[in-house]
């Protein structure tokens, strides 16, 4: 089991740039692949981005693709997820998730953490 923990979300203007930080305890995060998810209010939490265990295959949601950058640091046992160029259709509650594989599917991931919010104003 891993324990994980969102970090860096907040209150933006759009074309602004946030990064996610999630850090995982317990069993050693390099053992797992990682993904970010979000979920905005009165819709389903959907898939963002992905990152194998070593970090070499990454991919990434069309919605975000070319603004969003995901990185792993796995001697610090943290997962980033860098955002530019934010969007007002941005706004959610962005999740960390570990699994093992890395997977657009959210049901590959059996660890999640708590979330943080995003706010992206126009």
């Known amino acids: 089991q891993v324990q994980l923990v969102e970090s860096g979300g907040g209150l933006v203007q759009a074309g602004g740039s946030l990064r996610l930080s999630c850090a995982a305890s317990g069993r050693t995060g390099s053992n797992y692949a990682m993904g970010w998810f979000r979920q905005a209010p009165g819709k389903e939490r959907e898939f963002v981005s992905t990152?194998?265990?070593?970090?070499?295959?990454?991919y990434y949601a069309d919605s975000v693709k070319g603004r969003f950058t995901i990185s792993r640091d796995n001697a610090k046992n943290t997962v980033y997820l860098q955002m530019n160029s934010l969007k007002p259709e941005d706004t959610a509650v962005y999740f960390c998730?570990?699994?093992?594989?890395?997977?657009?599917?959210?049901?590959?991931?059996?660890?999640w953490g708590q979330g943080t919010q995003v706010t992206v104003s126009s």
């Open positions: 990152i194998s265990r070593s970090g070499g295959y990454t």
């Open positions: 998730a570990a699994g093992s594989a890395a997977s657009t599917y959210s049901r590959v991931y059996n660890n």
